[in-house]
Structure formats: structure tokens, C-alpha cells
């Protein structure tokens, strides 16, 4: 159980420092066609709470129990390579599945960003996956 809890923490870190940079992009008007609040809750019909709720549920709950059960038990690597390997393969299931059921094509290039969408999108999966693999790591040894 000790294990859960602490994927499910390091995923909520993972997932507020994904949440900040994603804001600080919209701040600086970088992809503003890339806005995933506004794609999850156009999803689900609802507003920007919902989406930034659903949002947390896949970075806390989906990612935080995957790395638990799965990821941070993998025989490869310390805890930041796995969380990285972790936020890739999310990455690329938002790619050819959600991107796609949200209509903006495979590897989201349908939108008008283009290219930079698959580009940018990776970079903070990967920087989720560091930080969900490197909380976990420290949490662990902290005796959590």
C-alpha cells in the first residue's frame, strides 16, 4: 500500500509542475490551439473545472498507480529513466488515440501549430515522467 501512496503523490507533483508550465505557456501565448483543459472538457461538455479535474485524475490516479504497480518496479534504470519511459508511452497514446477522438489528426499535426504539437507535447511528458519517477524515488527512501 505504501507503494500506491506514494506513486499517488508523486504523481500529484508530477502533475502540478506539468499544470504550471502548461499555464505559464498559455501566458506566453505559445500553441494557443494546444489547450488540453479545453480539449478535455469540450470532451466531456462541461467547463474548465471539469477539465482541469480530469486532468489531475490522469496524472494522480492513471499515472501514479501505473508507475507504482508497473513502472517503479521495472528492472532497468533508476527512477527518473522509468518515470521518462512512463511519460513517453502516455505520450504516445495521447498521440494516436486521444489526439485523433479530439479531431486533431494523428500526432495532433491537423492542428494549426502543426509539427510543434508532438514536439512540445513530448518534452513535458517527458518532464512529467522525470519528476513523477524522481518524487517516487524520494519518497521512498524517505521511508513514506
Known amino acids: ?3 500506491v501512496t506514494n506513486g499517488l503523490m508523486a504523481g500529484l507533483a508530477a502533475t502540478v509542475v506539468l499544470s504550471v508550465l502548461m499555464v505559464l505557456k498559455g501566458m506566453m501565448g505559445l500553441m494557443p490551439d494546444l489547450n488540453v483543459i479545453a480539449m478535455l472538457s469540450a470532451q466531456m461538455s462541461s467547463g474548465p473545472a471539469m477539465g482541469w479535474l480530469a486532468h489531475f485524475m490522469i496524472g494522480v490516479i492513471g499515472y501514479g498507480l501505473a508507475y507504482s ?3 517503479g518496479n521495472l528492472p532497468l534504470g533508476g527512477h527518473g529513466l522509468r518515470g521518462i519511459i512512463l ?3 502516455g505520450w504516445l497514446v495521447m498521440m494516436v488515440a486521444v489526439m485523433p477522438m479530439m479531431g486533431a ?4 499535426v491537423a492542428m494549426p501549430s502543426g509539427m510543434m504539437v508532438p514536439v512540445a507535447t513530448l518534452v513535458l511528458h517527458v518532464i512529467f515522467g522525470l519528476v513523477l519517477g524522481l518524487v517516487y524515488n524520494k519518497l521512498s527512501h524517505a521511508g513514506y
Open 87 to 89: 511519460g513517453v508511452a
Open 69 to 71: 504497480l508497473v513502472f
Open 105 to 108: 489528426g494523428l500526432f495532433g
Open 1 to 3: 500500500m505504501k507503494n
